[in-house]
């Protein structure tokens, strides 16, 4: 049996379109037939962008990426708790957020290079 990789699917921009569009990849399922996904960025963007999408998915949240399990029917999040969307306006250039979408792409690679994870995506960055 191939073995598939597993892929960071880092949420993006929180105050953009990236994690609608994650929520609707997501969704749709076909990710699966491809990898292993990894959700990582802050858990209340991806339910914001889950809500915004009109989609509705089940995550685990994990703290490692040697945590997840693929078998559960939920994908697995890596909770980054690093941004709080509550104050936010979509659209909008927000510093907190590009912030958080900084420390969130350093974490992707730190992961990426020690292995935890096999590649990473994202969505839109500004």
Known sequence: MERKPVLGIFLGEAAGIGPELIAKVVADGTVYKYCRPILIGDARVMALGQKIAGV???????????????????????????????????????T????????????????????KIDGFVFAPLN
């Not at 907190?96 to 292995?115: D, I, N, Q, R, Y």
Request: with cysteine.
């Open 56 to 94: 509705d998915f089940q995550w685990d949240v994990i703290s490692d990426p040697s945590d997840a399990d693929w078998n559960t029917g939920n994908i697995p999040l890596l909770d980054l708790k690093n941004f709080n969307p509550e104050n936010l306006v979509m659209g909008t250039i927000d």
């Open 96 to 115: 907190c957020s590009g912030h958080a979408t900084g420390e969130s792409l350093v974490t992707c690679m730190s992961l990426l290079k020690t292995g």
